[in-house]
């Protein structure tokens, strides 16, 4: 399973949702999803814009979970 670790690398950063949905250039409500893993694919360059923004790599936001 994969574990979805947005919120804990967007508290860590002191990054709302409406801040980061504007910086990283998608809709809040897909953050939103994003953010509770409600999504089922995340496209790569959205993975790409939101560790160049949070300033982060990929496995502080996803993390696989046996």
Known sequence: M??????IVMAKRGIGLMQLSRLVG???ANLSRLKA???K???LSTL????RVL???VK???EFVD
Request: aromatic residues 0%; proline residues 4%; hydrophobic residues 40%.
């Open 2 to 7: 994969i574990r979805i670790n947005l919120d």
């Open 37 to 39: 893993g409600k999504v």
């Open 60 to 62: 502080d936001i996803l």
């Open 48 to 51: 790409d814009a939101l560790c």
């Open 55 to 57: 300033q982060c790599e």
């Open 26 to 28: 998608i809709t809040p």
């Open 41 to 43: 694919e995340i496209r």
